[in-house]
DNA sequence: ATGGCGTACCTAGAGTCTCTAGGTAGGTCG
DNA sequence: CGACCTACCTAGAGACTCTAGGTACGCCAT
């Protein structure tokens, strides 16, 4: 419990899972949504392209962290997944903040920036 | 060559790459003083196993990243194989903190931190 | 009416990286 | 003698990311 590492099993690893924890920690959205709004909210600087972000929104839903309902769109629009965090998740999320930011210090200090 | 995006084949992927780049950086060092010393700079934060270190720096070795050599030690001490930066891995860690901090910030907007 | 683009979901397979769990070989210390 | 340290190494499993598609529908311009 007391262990203040990160480069084990962590970061670097599920760091694209962590970034959707993020953004569904402010609030619900669907898969493709998730896409455009990380390309948004980080002006381009990650865009990660639908075969990550599906395969990793079942795999945070099968961990327990993410639970995903179909909400049917009127008239013929596609159906739309939406995702929200699990209590599992909000603690996940806080961890992993916890850890991205002891990754962020360690990894400056090792880059001098 | 205008491409500012991280979040493709770059960060999260090679990062532990980066992250010896950066010590290599300082000084050419050896593998076993690297573990030692990615421990030591971070304190304790990032802490790689051997494992992951060596094929790491073959990995470097082989893109032409880094360059090693053998050095005999006095005594029966074990042999050391020394790297350095090759120009390429110059400009590989150059382009690297480029996607560091980049991939920093995009990270942060999302995460709120 | 046809091709292109947008919404929204999905998958298989290849490639890559990380970690576990060892192994080699010698040295020191109690 | 056993434990631990320096240094290197590997095979194999597991996990993640990306490419390159596919499905299905709607809209719009030519």
Same mark, same amino acid.
């Given at each position: 419990?007391?262990?203040?590492? =990160?480069?084990?099993?962590?970061?670097?690893?599920?760091?694209?899972?962590?970034?959707?924890? &993020?953004?569904? &920690?402010?609030?619900?959205?669907?898969?493709?949504?998730? =896409?455009?709004?990380?390309?948004?909210? /980080?002006?381009?600087?990650?865009?990660?392209?639908?075969? /990550? =972000?599906?395969?990793?929104?079942?795999?945070?839903?099968?961990? &327990?962290?993410?639970?995903?309902?179909?909400?049917?769109?009127?008239?013929?629009?596609?159906?739309?997944?939406?995702?929200?965090? /699990?209590?599992?998740?909000?603690?996940?999320?806080?961890? &992993?903040?916890?850890?991205?930011?002891?990754?962020?210090?360690?990894?400056?200090? =090792?880059?001098?920036?």
């Amino acid at each position: 419990m007391s262990e203040q590492q =990160v480069g084990g099993p962590q970061l670097s690893r599920g760091e694209f899972g962590l970034l959707i924890l &993020g953004l569904l &920690g402010r609030r619900e959205m669907y898969g493709y949504e998730i =896409v455009a709004e990380l390309r948004r909210s /980080t002006e381009g600087a990650i865009d990660l392209p639908e075969g /990550t =972000v599906y395969p990793a929104l079942r795999r945070l839903e099968r961990d &327990g962290l993410i639970g995903g309902h179909w909400v049917e769109m009127a008239g013929n629009a596609p159906r739309r997944r939406y995702y929200r965090l /699990t209590q599992q998740g909000e603690k996940a999320l806080a961890a &992993g903040r916890e850890d991205w930011l002891r990754f962020k210090s360690a990894a400056d200090a =090792v880059l001098g920036s």
